[in-house]
C-alpha cells in the first residue's frame, strides 16, 4: 500500500516526536542556525609546540592573508555538517534502522527536489557557507518604565524569537538594547507605542555599521608589519584567530625566558585553545609569584575584549622594562580566546554570533535508530548550536529561577545539557584548578556597558568579603576615569544587569577560591555595542590597563 506525502510527514515528525519526548523543545531560528561552516586548524597535540626559526615566522606571516579561512578536512566530517560519524554494521541482512533510515532518505530527497522545484535551485535560501546579513536590521534602545513594560518585552522576545534580538536584557526603569528585522520594525514601533515604551534608534543599518568597523589590510600591509615588527598585530584593527595565535608564538619564541605558550585544550571544532604565562622567575625568597589570571574572547561576538587581552601582552611582553616593578612582584596568565570557534564564526559568518559552534542534538548512548531519525528530522526545522559559556560553568549551574540562563537550546543563554558540557570551559576550568594556589585574582573580559562586577552574579546576596572586592576596584576605576575621563559602574551583576547562573568569575570565587574574582564589561554605553570599532581599541586597552595595574598592585602587595 503506497503512503500518501502527508502520511509520510507524519511518520517522519512521529519518530521525531518520540526522540524527543525528554529532552528540551528547540525553537527554530532562522538568522541564527543555517550556518554550520567547520573549520579546523593544524595544531599539535598538547605538549607537542614546536617553535619555529625566525624566518620560518615571516614566512607564516607573509602566507596569512587576512581573508583567508584556514581549515583542514577531516574524514570523520559528514556532508551535512553534523560533525558525527555513524558507523555502519557491515554484516548483511535488513534491521527497522535501515528501512527507516532508506524512507527517511527518500522523503528528504523528494521534498528537497518538491522546494527546488517550487522556488529553484538555492532561491531565497541563504547557502549554509555565506554569511549573515544585517541590512536594515535596526538597533533600537528601549526605556522600559513599569514591570508591565518589562514584562511585555520579554513577552515580545519569546514570541519573535527570530527576528528580534535583545542585546541586554529588559529589567525595571533601566534601559534595553534590541536589534529588529527590517520587516518587522514598523510592527515593533507600534506594539512600543501602543504600551507607551520610550524608545530611540541607535543604528538604523547594523550592517553599514559592520562594513566600517573593522578596516581591512592588505597583503602588502601585512609584509610591511611583519618585516619593521616581526608580526601583523596592530590594534588599528580586529584579527582572526589565527593572527592572535601567531603572535602568542611570535611571543614565545622572541621572549622564551618569560613568556610560555601553553595550549590548554582543544576547541569543539579541533582548535588550539592558547594560554599565554609570563613570568620573569621566582621571587627573592625562591617563592612562585601571586598569579593574575585575565581571560576573554568568551562570548564570541565581544571583540574588543580580545584585543585589550592581546594589548596587555604587548605591554607586559614587548614593552617588559616599562613594568620591571610589576613583573618582579606578580605572574600573569592570559587567555586571549577562550571561544575560538565561536570568535571565528564572527569573523566568516554571522557577526552577531554569541555561543560556541558545539551541537548537543545527540546524546553519545543514543541508539542508531534514534540518531538516524534526528539526523533527518533536524533536516526540516534547523538545529540549534552553540552554548553560552559564561553560563555553563559549575556552579550554581542551571539556576533559571531568576533568569540569566535558558534550557533552551535556541537561547543566546543556553545553559548546555549540563555543567562544563563545553570542552572550552572545562579546559579552562581544569587548568585554573590545577594552578589555583597560585592565582591570586581572576579577570574575564566582557563587553559592553562599563561596568566593573563583583560577585555574585546567581544571587542577589553579597559574599562575606563583599567590601574587600569593592574597595580593590574601587581604585581600578579611578585609574581608569583619570586615562580618557571613562566613568565605570561597580556592583554585582544581579544589581546592575540581572542575576546569571553558571559565570564564570562566580565559579573563580565559588569553587576555585580566588578571593578577587571580577567581570569587566568594556566598552561603551551602547552607541555601538558589540559593534565597537576598531579606532576605539587603543582607547580602550589604555584605560583598562590602567585599571589593571593598580588593582594588581594593591592585591599583590602594594608593588
Known amino acids: 500500500m503506497a503512503l500518501d506525502f502527508a502520511s509520510i510527514l507524519c511518520l517522519v ?18 538568522g541564527d542556525f543555517e550556518f554550520s561552516v567547520q573549520q579546523r586548524y593544524n595544531c599539535s597535540p598538547p605538549g607537542k609546540e614546536s617553535l619555529p626559526t625566525e624566518e620560518g615566522y615571516q614566512e607564516v606571516n607573509r602566507g596569512a592573508n587576512e581573508g583567508e579561512t584556514i581549515s583542514n578536512e577531516t574524514e570523520d566530517l559528514l556532508a551535512n555538517g553534523s560533525g558525527t560519524t555513524f558507523t555502519r554494521n557491515v554484516e548483511r541482512g535488513f534491521s527497522i534502522a535501515d528501512i527507516v533510515e532508506s524512507m527517511l532518505s527518500a522523503v528528504a530527497n523528494g521534498i528537497g527536489s ?41 513577552d515580545l522576545g519569546d514570541t519573535e524569537p527570530e527576528d528580534i534580538k535583545f542585546w541586554t536584557q529588559p529589567v525595571y526603569n533601566k534601559t534595553t538594547d534590541v536589534v529588529v528585522a527590517p520587516d518587522l520594525v514598523p510592527d515593533v514601533r507600534t506594539f512600543l507605542r501602543d504600551r507607551g515604551i520610550n524608545f530611540k534608534v541607535l543604528i538604523p543599518d547594523i550592517q553599514k555599521t559592520i562594513a566600517h568597523q573593522n578596516p581591512k589590510m592588505s597583503k602588502e600591509q601585512r609584509e610591511d608589519l611583519v618585516t619593521s615588527q616581526g608580526h601583523t598585530m596592530t590594534w588599528k584593527r580586529y584579527h582572526r584567530y589565527g593572527d592572535i595565535v601567531r603572535y602568542l608564538e611570535y611571543l614565545a619564541f622572541k621572549y622564551p625566558k618569560m613568556v610560555e605558550l601553553i595550549t590548554i585544550g582543544h576547541s569543539y571544532e579541533g582548535q588550539p585553545i592558547k594560554m599565554v604565562k609570563i613570568s620573569t622567575g621566582r621571587n627573592k625568597e625562591g617563592e612562585a609569584k601571586p598569579a593574575v589570571w585575565i581571560d576573554a574572547g568568551m562570548h564570541a561576538r565581544e571583540w574588543i575584549g580580545s584585543a585589550v587581552a592581546t594589548y596587555i601582552l604587548s605591554q607586559l611582553v614587548e614593552k617588559n622594562a616599562s613594568y620591571a616593578k610589576l613583573l618582579d612582584n606578580s605572574d600573569w596568565m592570559i587567555l586571549p580566546v577562550v571561544n575560538p570557534d565561536g570568535y571565528e564564526f564572527t569573523h566568516t559568518g554571522d557577526r552577531l554570533w554569541r555561543k560556541t559552534r558545539s551541537n548537543h542534538g545527540e546524546n553519545d548512548d543514543d541508539s542508531r535508530l534514534l540518531r538516524l531519525v534526528n539526523q533527518y528530522a ?33 537561547h543566546e543563554t543556553y545553559a548546555g545539557p549540563h555543567a562544563f558540557s563545553e570542552p572550552e570551559t572545562k579546559a579552562m576550568a581544569d587548568y585554573i584548578l590545577a594552578n589555583k594556589q597560585n592565582i591570586r585574582m581572576y579577570l574575564t573580559l566582557h563587553s559592553y556597558s562599563q561596568m566593573w562586577l563583583v560577585p555574585w552574579g546567581y544571587t542577589y546576596a553579597k559574599p562575606s568579603d563583599y567590601t574587600d572586592l569593592v574597595n580593590a576596584a574601587k581604585k581600578a576605576i579611578n585609574a581608569i576615569s583619570k586615562i580618557h575621563g571613562t566613568d565605570y559602574q561597580l556592583g554585582p551583576s544581579s544589581d546592575l544587569l540581572y542575576p546569571t547562573s553558571g559565570a564564570s568569575d562566580d565559579w573563580a570565587k565559588g569553587v576555585a577560591g580566588i578571593k578577587y574574582a571580577y567581570t569587566l564589561e568594556l566598552r561603551d554605553r551602547g552607541t555601538y555595542g558589540f559593534l565597537l570599532p576598531a579606532t576605539q581599541i587603543v582607547p580602550t586597552a589604555r584605560e583598562i590597563w590602567a585599571g589593571i595595574r593598580t588593582i594588581v598592585r594593591l592585591v599583590t602587595c602594594n608593588t
Open 13 to 30: 515528525f512521529g519518530f521525531s516526536l518520540i526522540v524527543s519526548s525528554n529532552r528540551v523543545e528547540a525553537r527554530p531560528q532562522r
Open 114 to 154: 518538491i522546494v527546488t522545484g517550487l522556488i529553484g535551485p538555492e532561491k531565497n535560501s541563504k547557502s549554509r557557507s555565506s554569511r549573515v546579513s544585517y541590512r536594515n536590521h535596526q538597533l533600537i534602545r528601549l526605556f522600559p518604565s513599569t514591570e508591565n513594560q518589562v514584562n511585555d518585552l520579554r
Open 378 to 410: 533536524r533536516w526540516f526545522w534547523g538545529k540549534c548550536e552553540g552554548v553560552d559559556p559564561n553560563r555553563n560553568f559549575g556552579y550554581h549551574w542551571g539556576e533559571m529561577e531568576e533568569g540569566g540562563a535558558s534550557p533552551d537550546p535556541c
